[in-house]
């Protein structure tokens, strides 16, 4: 399915008045026994050993293990078939995709391994999904236990296989995102003109402090993002790089404005020819991106920080209990509590800046 009939969809959707719609963030769930095969010769020879251990290392708490909740869940293991489907579904131009349990990378302890990781899922995503419908783009797995390396894999992913751009882990790394050894990774995006996103996953190395899942769960992806987005907009990183944009993803944005205000307070305290870039600076130059979804503080952070730096996504399928996508479409664009535009913007026009489609 490639660009002919994408076309012929986009026609259908003009037809019947549908508003254009890019999904920032949706998922594929990779299995090791897949990425295995993408391994080379001398980790496949040892596959029954490598898959007797997860290829990567997780967290303490199994997410499908039931809380005193057994309802049927819809577990979804989508192939690109089933996410052209889901497409047609939604009527939903393009989709970019994310990695699930490699979103774990970060937690992997040998650079040498991590690398090996990466670049078999690259060649997975690529192989396996993105070559399959264009209408399906992806965003690359970076090794940033090897910074040399992580900067060659983002490159390659974006040149040969015309990804748009590169994952940061969010948690795991021994040193925060905005630290000066991982400096050359913004600085090969910025020189590619690409995007690279914090994306949360569902692990907190301090996860013994909580008593339940539950607790886990509502924590796990905020407090990473906060934790990297204060870092990063100290370090003064973006400071002189200006065509990299960077994204927040999965932890929604109820959480940014609170923070770019008390950040900004900070900042004045900083000597002028010290002073990292303000949010305010950065939101006005377009390099902060954050998902947002059904929060009901949206239009309040529209109001605090504008309409242009705002994604819709789906999160398929992750979401289980809302797989349809057209539902899930349809009912974002009949939000009363948002205007028009900045619906537009949200579910298509900052999509299509931030991955430069």
Known sequence: MGTTQAQAKSSLRESVSQPPIIDSDGHVRETDEQIIEYMSVDYRARRKAMLYFPLLPHHGWHRSIPQNDFREQDFRVPDWREWADKLDEGEIELAVLYPTRFMHIGQVGSPQYAVELCRAY???????????????????????????????????????????????????????????????????????????????????????????????????????????????????????????????????????????????????????KERPASPKVLLNRRQLFFQCGEERTTRRDIELLGDGCLLWASDFPHEATKTDLRQLASGFFARDDLSAKSKAKIAYDNAKHFYAL
């Not at 509502?218 to 906060?226: G, K, S, Y």
């Open 122 to 272: 690259n060649d997975f995503l690529h192989d396996q999904f993105l070559k399959q419908d264009q209408r399906l783009r992806g965003m690359a797995l970076l090794p940033l236990q090897d910074v040399s390396s992580a900067v060659q894999e983002l490159r390659r992913a974006v040149e040969v296989y015309h990804m748009v751009g590169g994952i940061l882990p969010a948690e795991g790394l021994p040193l925060p995102l905005g630290h000066p050894l991982y400096r050359p990774i913004f600085e090969e995006a910025d020189r590619l003109g690409c995007a690279l996103a914090v994306h949360s996953c569902t692990s907190l190395r301090d996860n013994d402090r909580y008593l339940q899942p539950n607790e886990v769960a509502t924590l796990a992806h905020v407090i990473p993002q906060m934790r990297q987005f204060t870092n990063i907009l100290f370090s003064g990183v973006l400071n002189n790089l200006e065509r990299v944009r960077l994204g927040f993803l999965e932890a929604g944005c109820g959480w940014v404005a609170y923070l770019a205000d008390k950040i900004e307070e900070r900042l004045e305290r900083i000597s002028p």
